[in-house]
T-cell receptor, first 113, second 114 residues
Framework: NAGVTQTPKFQVLKTGQSMTLQCAQD?????MYWYRQDPGMGLRLIYYSASEGTTDKGEVPNGYNVSRLNKREFSLRLESAAPSQTSVYFCATNRDRGSYEQYFGPGTRLTVT | AQSVTQLGSHVSVSEGALVLLRCNYSSSVPPYLFWYVQYPNQGLQLLLK??????LVKGINGFEAEFKKSETSFHLTKPSAHMSDAAEYFCALLTGGSNYKLTFGKGTLLTVNP
């Protein structure tokens, strides 16, 4: 089992460009999350999805959109990238029933110039 | 409001010395608390978790943490540091009820000196 996979691993964008970060899981988990990690800031929740077809905003949703395509996949879209969105992005999943543990992907390092 | 505070953004210890990473929390409900570790250029992995059972929780790689309600703390310790323990450590609090969201502290970078 691959667990949680993210593509791409690295990306450089120019200001104003758009892109989609992909996340897929083979753990049959219901909940999925997108975080961004910035130096000295810890991880901050961008969006989450408690189940297929539902999404909700987290702490820092501005400038992002998400799609929960099916149970396995949860994508994060930047419609018009800004330098402030330079960060490392992590996808995570949660089994929901009694475990509370989140499982993280390897991350996508995004630079916006 | 529910929050997590990690005291010390950088902790440096010698190999074989005690590791102590501090975490305090604020929660209006009984907390569920976690420590995660992040090695360079990797994602986060769970070290240990407290979910209202035993207050002394043992995790992987010889780490343990003690939940102290009176001090609203969940400090992470390891008796003897190893070079391989060098990483960033995050304390997290379960928030969001049935949405299982986590609120993370800002992280503590652990350096182990030979």
């Amino acid at each position: 089992n691959a667990g949680v996979t993210q593509t791409p691993k690295f990306q450089v964008l120019k200001t104003g460009q758009s892109m989609t970060l992909q996340c897929a899981q083979d753990m049959n988990h219901n909940s999925m999350y997108w975080y961004r990690q910035d130096p000295g800031m810890g991880l901050r929740l961008i969006y989450y999805s408690a189940s297929e077809g539902t999404t909700d905003k987290g702490e820092v949703p501005n400038g992002y959109n998400v799609s929960r395509l099916n149970k396995r996949e949860f994508s994060l879209r930047l419609e018009s990238a800004a330098p402030s969105q330079t960060s490392v992005y992590f996808c995570a999943t949660n089994r929901d029933r009694g475990s509370y543990e989140q499982y993280f992907g390897p991350g996508t390092r995004l630079t916006v110039t | 409001a529910q929050s997590v505070t990690q005291l010390g953004s950088h902790v440096s210890v010698s190999e074989g010395a005690l590791v102590l990473l501090r975490c305090n929390y604020s929660s209006s409900v009984p907390p569920y608390l976690f420590w995660y570790v992040q090695y360079p250029n990797q994602g986060l992995q769970l070290l240990l978790k407290y979910t209202s059972a035993a207050t002394l929780v043992k995790g992987i790689n010889g780490f343990e943490a003690e939940f102290k309600k009176s001090e609203t703390s969940f400090h992470l310790t390891k008796p003897s540091a190893h070079m391989s323990d060098a990483a960033e450590y995050f304390c997290a609090l379960l928030t969001g009820g049935s949405n299982y969201k986590l609120t993370f502290g800002k992280g503590t970078l652990l350096t182990v000196n030979p």
